[in-house]
């Protein structure tokens, strides 16, 4: 058993040049999203709540989090980074730096949601980080993020 056990898992962007751009914001946070979540699987890790950080180019540093069923899945996760995103981008200044960190973590793995999930999405969860693990964690990314 270890001396200590991880309290989050998290990530941050700073940006070469402060943007606006909401298209590049929204891509750069879906990354990030899939690589800690693909990290939280790994670890046979699950969440509950997801945080979302924003610094403006004036350095002012917003942070907003939401609690939810406990999930490992990129889709789940990156709905909500999205939303809290939405919710913290009001400003409509130069954005800094962005940054998602999952806190709550249990040990286990992913229960399916009668309605909403599936044998096969768990499968494709599944091979999608076999070729992770085997190819690194950039071989296999979401097509959103092109």
């Known amino acids: 058993m270890?001396?200590?056990?991880?309290?989050?898992?998290?990530?941050?962007?700073?940006?070469?040049?402060?943007?606006?751009?909401?298209?590049?914001?929204n891509n750069t946070l879906a990354g990030m999203v899939e690589r800690a979540a693909y990290d939280l699987r790994k670890e046979e890790k699950l969440t509950s709540c997801v945080t979302v950080k924003i610094r403006y180019s004036n350095f002012d540093t917003h942070t907003l989090q939401q609690r939810i069923p406990y999930?490992?899945?990129?889709?789940?996760?990156?709905?909500?980074a999205r939303s809290l995103f939405l919710r913290l981008y009001q400003r409509r200044m130069l954005i800094r730096l962005?940054?998602?960190?999952?806190?709550?973590?249990?040990?286990?793995?992913?229960?399916?949601n009668l309605f909403e999930d599936t044998p096969e999405m768990v499968r494709l969860y599944?091979?999608?980080?076999?070729?992770?693990?085997?190819?690194?964690?950039?071989?296999l990314i979401r097509a959103v993020r092109l």
Do not use: C, N
């Not at 989050?8 to 700073?14: G, K, L, P, Q, V």
């Not at 999930?71 to 909500?80: N, P, R």
């Not at 599944?126 to 071989?139: E, H, N, T």
């Open 126 to 139: 599944q091979a999608m980080d076999k070729v992770r693990m085997r190819y690194g964690k950039q071989s």
């Open 2 to 25: 270890p001396l200590w056990e991880q309290k989050s898992i998290s990530t941050e962007r700073t940006f070469d040049t402060d943007t606006s751009d909401l298209k590049l914001l």
């Open 98 to 112: 962005i940054g998602v960190k999952f806190s709550h973590l249990v040990h286990g793995t992913p229960q399916l």
């Open 71 to 80: 999930t490992s899945f990129d889709h789940k996760l990156i709905e909500v």
